[in-house]
């Protein structure tokens, strides 16, 4: 559990860290330490494993887990410097359905070598390392993929009347959905008092998951 709870924390701390540095360092770059950094944490950790080094295989994990976070928050950014705003909120939608898919393909491929491993009589304590040296494989292709990303030509933009006329309708929409059924438009300012209470609703949760994480990791570490 408190593995886990220190895992769970490096993605959320991640989503933060990796997001702003990516303001520092380009969407690209970012993406390339991503698979880089991310390629040596999982070639290290069945010989971190083997070695009995607790420290450096849960930190290797940490880290990785962080560049999870990471790649969820920066993503939409490195959408936006490739493809503009207007449209990446559905171009996002296509990438993240992508990523679903990734997600349940990738397990499917660990528990299938876990169980072959097995059948050859592999030792329980070995049967992820093949599974380590694959993901590094996949994280290499995602490496190259993503060296050849190119900026989006001009000639695939909107043009300025496009772009205008696309901006219109948006409006045009926001304010029709601000209109109550009896045709008045509902822009009376929201109270401050309400906002506040909004991120006491959240924020209070989230403390009290935090604390829970941070008893949870250090008995971890007893």
């Known amino acids: 559990a408190g593995f886990t709870a220190l895992l769970s924390l490096f993605n959320i701390g991640g989503r933060f860290v990796w997001a702003s540095l990516s303001d520092k360092l380009g969407r690209k770059l970012t993406y390339v330490v991503f698979f880089v950094l991310g390629g040596l944490m999982y070639f290290s950790v069945p010989s971190s494993a083997a070695a009995g080094n607790i420290v450096l295989f849960v930190g290797a994990f940490c880290v990785i887990l962080s560049m999870y976070g990471g790649g969820f928050s920066t993503v939409p950014a490195y959408l936006a410097d490739l493809f503009g705003t207007q449209m990446v909120g559905a171009i996002h939608g296509r990438l993240l359905t992508a990523w679903a898919t990734a997600g349940i393909l990738g397990p499917v491929v660990v528990n299938y070598m876990r169980e072959y491993q097995l059948g050859l009589g592999l030792p329980r304590e070995q049967v992820y390392n093949q599974t380590m ?13 993503n060296l050849l990303v190119k900026p989006v030509a001009d000639k695939h933009f909107m043009s300025a009347d496009e772009l205008a006329h696309e901006k219109r309708l948006a409006h045009e929409k926001a304010a029709a959905s601000e209109v109550g059924s009896s045709g008045v438009v509902n822009d009376h300012a929201v109270s ?30 007893h």
């Open 192 to 221: 401050p008092a309400l906002v506040a209470l909004a991120w006491v609703a959240v924020g209070l949760p989230l403390i009290w998951g935090i604390y829970r994480t941070l008893l949870s990791v250090a008995k971890f570490f």
């Open 133 to 145: 040296y694959i993901l590094v494989g996949m994280l290499v292709i995602g490496l190259v993929c």
